[in-house]
Nanobody
């Protein structure tokens, strides 16, 4: 069982950068696949980036080259470094975790989200 707490959201200008952090409880953090989702008002929740214990990564096409997902297993923390932010990146960002190495399937544990607002 895992508890996830996101932090680092806030207000940034378009073109700026922001780093989200997700701190996890539990003793088997390094075994989990970790994903970042986002949901904008009136939109469906979507997977933005994910990484597993093998080092495989997934990025939504619209964020490739701008976002980087990374993890520090010693700190039980996963990060989402966001650069060149656009207004369309504005959303609530959620950290999620699952067992297994697949990146694009059901996630089992969820944080409560952190708001990212991008101004033009």
């Amino acid at each position: 069982q895992v508890q996830l707490v996101e932090s680092g959201g806030g207000l940034v200008q378009a073109g700026g950068s922001l780093r989200l952090s997700c701190a996890a409880s539990g003793r088997t953090f390094s075994s989990y696949t970790l994903g970042w989702f986002r949901q904008a008002p009136g939109k469906e929740r979507e997977l933005v980036a994910a990484t597993n214990k093998n080092g495989n990564t997934y990025y939504k096409d619209s964020v490739k080259g701008r976002f980087t997902v990374s993890r520090d297993n010693a700190k039980n923390t996963v990060y989402l470094q966001m650069s060149s932010l656009k207004p369309e990146d504005m959303a609530v960002y959620y950290c999620a975790a699952r067992l297994g190495v697949l990146l694009d399937t059901q996630y089992d544990y969820w944080g409560r989200g952190t708001q990212v607002t991008v101004s033009s």
